[in-house]
T-cell receptor, first 111, second 115 residues
Framework: DADVTQTPRNRITKTGKRIMLECSQT?????MYWYRQDPGLGLRLIYY???????NKGEISDGYSVSRQAQAKFSLSLESAIPNQTALYFC??????????FGPGTRLTVL | AQSVAQPEDQVNVAEGNPLTVKCTYS??????LFWYVQYPNRGLQFLLK??????LVKGSYGFEAEFNKSQTSFHLKKPSALVSDSALYFC?????????????FGTGTLLAVQP
């Protein structure tokens, strides 16, 4: 987990607020991902990026945006948070091989 | 479309007994298959993967998984469970040869090992 860090680890915010979740990695990987985890639903892909100039929507991108500031940094933003975005958010990275390495997660609560 | 199913929300096993966590998949072509484990308040940790070759794959912490093409299954196994194995386990699949390496995750199986 130390190779992939996420900030903040916990966040409580109010409906309508803008919030940014940050992810940094020291593995030197080009590929980065954002997932959300909800009980009973597993992990669902929000956005992914194969390099700094490549950003792609995942299966549940509505209400989210991302920024790939550098190879090592990939941020997820909620422009106007809503309660059903309350979830556990994970960042992950991978190289050309398929194994993904996950950060420790950010627990987000939207009131 | 790719998919993966974990039919059991929870598996209970006594310490020292063998454990099996089930996973079935659906993918066109050859699959890459993965198992990840999530301990409380932690991110997912890679356990093992199957790409090609021997159908029995060995991974971390004494876990192994058997790829069965005819049954489209990739069940996770361990000969002797430990209380410390209690965690949430995810199976994932990726289409081999695809342009991306997006993984599709199952919904997870909670493994509870009783002392």
């Amino acid at each position: 987990d130390a190779d992939v860090t996420q900030t903040p680890r916990n966040r409580i915010t109010k409906t309508g607020k803008r919030i940014m979740l940050e992810c940094s990695q020291t593995k030197g990987h080009d590929r980065m991902y954002w997932y959300r985890q909800d009980p009973g639903l597993g992990l669902r892909l929000i956005y992914y990026s194969f390099d700094v100039k490549d950003i792609n929507k995942g299966e549940i991108s509505d209400g989210y945006s991302v920024s790939r500031q550098a190879q090592a940094k990939f941020s997820l933003s909620l422009e106007s948070a809503i309660p059903n975005q309350t979830a556990l958010y994970f960042c992950a990275t991978s190289g050309i091989a398929d194994t993904q390495y996950f950060g420790p997660g950010t627990r987000l609560t939207v009131l | 479309a790719q998919s993966v199913a974990q039919p059991e929300d929870q598996v209970n096993v006594a310490e020292g007994n063998p454990l099996t966590v089930k996973c079935t998949y659906s993918v066109s072509g050859n699959p890459y298959l993965f198992w990840y484990v999530q301990y409380p308040n932690r991110g997912l940790q890679f356990l093992l993967k199957y790409i090609t070759g021997d159908n029995l794959v060995k991974g971390s912490y004494g876990f192994e998984a058997e790829f069965n093409k005819s049954q489209t299954s990739f069940h996770l196994k361990k000969p002797s469970a430990l209380v410390s194995d209690s965690a949430l386990y995810f199976c994932a699949v990726r289409h081999y040869g695809g342009a991306t390496n997006k993984l599709i995750f199952g919904t997870g199986t909670l493994l509870a090992v009783q002392p």
